[in-house]
């Protein structure tokens, strides 16, 4: 059993934190914790040590972690130093040429619009122009306000789809620090660095500026110049007015079209709804118990559409309703799923290849010559394909949509962990609403030709080969853990998978055709991709498996799936056995 004296540093250190905290909530969580320790609650110290182990990092994932007091979690502190060290960047930036800007978001989390509120006051008494979103809003509001406003940064108080205990801080450029292809994305390194180095973790808080007003409130619903309302007359360019040759069966197909929309307690209800309703789309009927912001999350384990069970409430009103459609936003809207009903085995969501296909497929139609259709090195390599098949150029990133909003040129770009993007011109990022407009556009136009999204689905597979995916994460307790596995399989990776040759081995981290990354890709003689690297998110090793077969008729179809859903399991089973022996 602990005693007190046994942390006497710890303890102070504590102590002084608590002396400085601004929020009184966390100050008595942490004296709180402190009691326990001194009363040798070894639980309590092993909580204690481990939020005060580090700093919380700052990378180009900006902030996430758990709220609580301590510097390595997300509360006012972390919040007020890293505003500060962000001003100190975008000031030294500006080197007095002229006066920066920043535009500053959040959602419904726990203390989103405490962490807003507090970061608009650092930066404007640091002398920053500060505007700041209405409400809490979708995360795509934001990035598309950074390039629409000229800010050189954007700041969105969010942990996407992390457990509900969680918050996050990204962090956008534009303006006239990022004038290049990445302007108004997320940073990259070496921004992140160099922020990083601007933060003073010991920096008394009452030495901190702040201001009690002098940054804008943007305009909100009902107001002129409303934000949302400016966001939507900007994104409904992705679906076309009906008009023309074909406008009236493509409009009644729009009002026919039966969409359940669940924002996953989020708060991208509101916005995705006025964008489906001003396409068109009549028939949208919200999951009721899921429509409201929450940050509790109460009718899911964890908010993230691809968790098993998160849209079970949305299946079971689509067989209700007798839907054609099931789109879903995680809860800062950045990501959209979906789900349709197939032929012969009923409703199945999506998986994120599966609609990065058709959406890819859709904006290739329409894009320019010299176009560029991009995807995470994980994703599937299917658009590589399409985009040939349309004459246009496509490139390989790194997982993370900081990198593939970069591409030049770019027409369309995803990745397999349900983000897209299809307006690049406005929304330098991941874009659940623009996404998941898009994608009922194209079911309805498929309706009114007769066809559906499971055809071309089909045809995409004749066309390009079946390209069959699947995904196997290995959770650990001890993060120590994925460099030591990491290590092993460099040292002794397979020779065989799933009874086929390895014929080509990359270590990622090498950096051959891509920036280093933690990772390693095989591709054995028969074309099956394995790309294994630990999450950047979370406490996990991740393994990304796509097998390719050439199919000649449409009847061949479902016995090709079958051999590479048992081949893809095959390959599971022998890595969960390899990562884990």
Sequence with gaps: ???????????????????????????????????????????????????????????????????????????????????????????????????????????????????????????????????????????????????????????????????????????????????????????????????????????????????????????????????????????SCVVPPAMGAGGDDLAAAREKLRIVLTPMHGVGGHTISLALGSAGFSRVRLVAEQAEPDPDFPTVSFPNPEEPGALDLALELATKTDADLIIANDPDADRCAAAVKFPDTGWRMLRGDEVGWLLGARCAENAATGAVLANSIVSSRMLASIASAHSLAHENTLTGFKWISRVPNLAFGYEEALGYCVAPGLVRDKDGISAGLLLADYAAELTAAGSSLPAVLDQLALDHGLHQTDQLSVRVTDLARLDTMMRSLRATPPAMLGGEPVAELEDLSLGANLPPTDGMLFLTEANTRVIIRPSGTEPKLKCYLEAIAPVATAGDLPAARLAATKQLERIKGELASLLQG
């Excluded at 292809?181 to 601007?198: F, K, L, Y």
């Design 1 to 235: 059993m602990s005693t007190p004296d046994q942390e006497p540093g710890l303890l102070q250190r504590a102590a002084d934190w608590a002396a400085q905290d601004p929020d009184p909530r966390t100050r008595a969580q942490l004296e709180a914790l402190c009691g326990k320790v001194r009363g040798g609650d070894d639980a309590a110290l092993a909580e204690l040590e481990d939020r005060f182990s580090s700093f919380l990092a700052f990378g180009t994932a900006g902030l996430r972690a758990e709220l609580g007091p301590g510097p390595n979690r997300m509360n006012s502190m972390v919040v007020r130093r890293t505003a500060a060290g962000i001003g100190r960047f975008l000031l030294a930036k500006a080197d007095g040429s002229y006066t920066p800007k920043a535009v500053i978001g959040f959602d419904a989390r726990h203390n989103s619009d405490v962490f807003a509120d507090e970061s608009a006051a650092v930066l404007s008494a640091a002398g920053i122009e500060v505007q700041l979103l209405p409400t809490a809003l979708p995360t795509p509001v934001l990035a598309w306000a950074v390039r629409e406003l000229s800010a050189e940064a954007g700041i969105m108080v969010t942990a996407s789809h992390n457990p509900p205990a969680d918050n996050g801080y990204k962090v956008y450029l534009g303006g006239r620090v990022e004038t290049t292809w990445g302007q108004g994305a997320q940073i990259v390194s070496p921004v992140d660095a160099q922020i990083a180095a601007q933060i003073d973790h010991d920096e008394p808080i009452a030495g901190i500026a702040l201001v009690k007003e002098g940054w804008e409130v943007l305009p909100g619903a009902g107001e002129a110049g409303d934000i949302e309302g400016a966001y939507l007359r900007a994104i």
